[in-house]
T-cell receptor, first 115, second 114 residues
Framework: GENVEQHPSTLSVQEGDSAVIKCTYS??????FPWYKQELGKRPQLIID?????GEKKDQRIAVTLNKTAKHFSLHITETQPEDSAVYFC??????????????FGQGTILTVHP | EPEVTQTPSHQVTQMGQEVILRCVPI?????FYWYRQILGQKVEFLVS????????KSEIFDDQFSVERPDGSNFTLKIRSTKLEDSAMYFC????????????FGDGTRLSIL
């Protein structure tokens, strides 16, 4: 089955700096890669996703890149703000066809943005 | 924006007791999931449900677990005889028809087994 590895486990940055979180996946059939932000005690919230036929996607301060050959994808947050502090999870799945889209999550990255 | 809703938000149960966690997925969604998250750990897949049957389940989802869609709106997870290690946050999620549809999560039920 799919296995997703995520690094780093913790990341501490100063407000205004950039943050990068990296994930690798094992199943070359996976074709959809969402990123979730989880604040303490809250639900995981989708912040951005990328499909396997796209190399990069950007939404304001957040961008995700995907390298299918190397089977890794990364989340980039620019101009970080204290409210970006949370746990970030990457995930991978095979979407469509006979798959029912179960998500395999990485271990999570605790991002702390210091004012 | 429509949301997945879960009840209760917190459930405290004695070991060995049965517990039912309830979810109302987004109304036009067709695929439903349960995940769990042990405190401080990653989110783990339990089961997916489509067309009134289980489509996939993980090794965690043993004979003590069952899911049901008793009516057109609710989706439940039952644990028959709870164990201490079942203590976790349980999230329900749903997604619509089609490829690349994002999964939307509920706020979760924190299950504490005593």
């Amino acid at each position: 089955g799919e296995n997703v590895e995520q690094h780093p486990s913790t990341l501490s940055v100063q407000e205004g700096d950039s943050a990068v979180i990296k994930c690798t996946y094992s199943d070359s059939a996976s074709n959809y890669f969402p990123w979730y932000k989880q604040e303490l005690g809250k639900r995981p919230q989708l912040i951005i996703d990328i499909r396997s036929n796209v190399g990069e996607k950007k939404d304001q301060r957040i961008a995700v890149t995907l390298n299918k050959t190397a089977k890794h994808f990364s989340l980039h947050i620019t101009e970080t703000q204290p409210e970006d502090s949370a746990v970030y999870f990457c995930a991978a799945t095979l979407s469509g066809g006979t798959s029912y889209g179960k998500l395999t999550f990485g271990q999570g990255t605790i991002l702390t943005v210091h004012p | 924006e429509p949301e997945v809703t879960q009840t209760p938000s917190h459930q405290v149960t004695q070991m060995g007791q049965e517990v039912i966690l309830r979810c109302v997925p987004i109304s036009n969604h067709l695929y439903f999931y349960w995940y769990r998250q042990i405190l401080g750990q990653k989110v783990e897949f339990l089961v997916s449900f489509y067309n009134n049957e289980i489509s996939e389940k993980s090794e965690i989802f043993d004979d003590q677990f069952s899911v049901e869609r008793p009516d057109g709106s609710n989706f439940t997870l039952k644990i028959r005889s709870t164990k201490l290690e079942d203590s976790a946050m349980y999230f329900c999620a749903s997604t619509g028809q089609g490829i690349y549809q994002p999964q939307h999560f509920g706020d979760g039920t924190r299950l504490s087994i005593l």
